[in-house]
């Protein structure tokens, strides 16, 4: 009797295995599918959540003083956006495109002049004296220079078409993942609970902390890192738009890449000053050489005030973060992998800590 009792016990448990083992199976099986399906969007939608988190502060307030009607809030959050993303980069796209058209068209005509360059560049460190040749030689004669560096030119010019198409799709994709933070705004207290819950499954008990963590993160790196480096992109690129610097939009988007990895906008803007002292009278070349140097060091009072009392994270973090999310999805990775890796480090940092997490009320919104 015992026997035939275990027997049953044992049918039982392996009846029950079978059927956990293929929910299991059919949970993964669906999670696998919906990863494919929506693997082109990922970062777009990632891009829009993390947009969303960032300005949730703002669009709190904003939405208060409209008498709490978050629809209209959400709607004229997300008209400004656009029209902030938009508008420069029209100007700075026009400027770049429009810029490589003159010289192409002069080089045709045979009448594109490179005026010659000081003696002070043959003194820089290393790069000076081919930096001086180099100009020299074109300065005197054009068509030898085009003929001489035919090989960088064209890999130059190749890599500018190639830098203008992914700008263009990254500003596209940045449209989509704005409309997709407006709408997610609107739906922010059911979004909220459901983070709530995720971070509960998977964590425990101190899901909620969590939750607040990675919010508190997401918005510190979003204002203090990311929200900096597009102010001295935009500036830069429309200070260059002022002073008719060619190529404006391009040394913009390297502005952008450098503020965002940690890095002095001023390793792009200080050549670019040089070479305006080239095709600029001395007192405008010296003005935009100031503004210059201001806009390399306006993180200094930037990030105090866009980060106020936000998480800090580690500039090794947002750098491995930045570089590997462009590798990974281009230049709208860049943005996406520097606030997720920043994510990663602080949810992993409080992991280990023996402490228990902050509760909800020390984690403030910035």
Known sequence: MAKIDQEFKDEAYYTKAIAAALRIGFVGLLIVLSYLILKPFIFVVMWGIIIAVGIYPVFKKFAALLGNRKKLASTIITLFALAVLIVPTYYLMESTIGGIKNIAVELEEGTFNVPPPSENIAEWPLIGKPVYDAWKLASVNIEAAVKAFEPQIKEFASNILSGILGLGSTVLLSLISIIIAGALLVKADSAEIAARKAFKILIGKKGEGFTELAGATIRSVVQGVLGVAIIQSVVSGIVMLIF?????????????????????????????????FSILDTTSAIIF??????????????????????????????????????????????????????????????????????????????
Do not use: H
Not at 318 to 326: E, V
Not at 342 to 351: E, H
């Open 244 to 276: 008719n610097i060619p190529l404006a939009g391009l040394w913009a988007l390297i502005v952008l890449f450098l503020a965002i990895i940690q890095l002095p906008p001023l390793l792009i803007l200080l050549p670019v000053a040089a070479y305006s």
């Open 289 to 366: 050489l100031v503004l210059c140097i201001i806009i390399s060091m306006s993180d200094a009072f930037l990030k105090p005030i866009f980060l106020g009392r936000g998480v800090d994270v580690p500039t090794l973090v947002i750098l491995l973060g930045a570089i590997g999310g462009m590798m990974l999805a281009g230049v709208i990775g860049l943005f996406v992998g520097a606030v997720v890796l920043a994510l990663a480090y602080k949810v992993y940092q409080a992991l280990l800590e023996d402490t228990s997490l902050p509760e909800e009320d020390t984690v403030k919104e910035n």
